[in-house]
């Protein structure tokens, strides 16, 4: 049976409505390609609440999580590690990209994902 959301305190919703509002345009990029299972019918979620983070992109069914780091995360290398650490102890594998690959690369960003979900990349 799939991992389901839980049902999100209201703050938590707020936040995540927030975040999908004024997602970046690597974001938005990113989730042309993943949304309405375009990927290789895989189904994300975008800005999806996980313990106390707020993941991304996460496809549930596989446990994958999709982060996009833009230049903010330069400085946030200890951060991430530690999110990362706890995500994967919840039995989430971490599939980090860059806004640069999204924006120059888009093609080995999407075969990327489906390597990381074990399935073929249909392009």
Not at 34 to 58: H, T
Not at 63 to 83: C, F, N, P, Q, Y
């Amino acid at each position: 049976m799939p991992n389901k959301p839980q049902p999100l305190h209201p703050m938590v919703l707020d936040r995540v409505r927030t975040l999908r509002r004024k997602s970046t345009p690597p974001e938005q990029i990113l989730w042309s390609v993943l949304r309405g299972r375009r990927l290789c019918g895989l189904k994300f979620r975008r800005q999806e609440s996980i313990g106390q983070y707020i993941v991304d992109f996460c496809c549930r069914d596989l446990k994958l999580i999709v982060e996009l780091d833009g230049m903010s995360h330069d400085e946030k290398t200890a951060d991430d590690k530690k999110r990362d650490e706890w995500l994967r102890k919840e039995g989430y594998q971490v599939f980090r990209v860059t806004n640069w690959d999204v924006n120059e690369d888009l093609e080995a960003v999407a075969r990327g994902i489906c390597r990381e979900a074990g399935v073929s990349y249909d392009g």
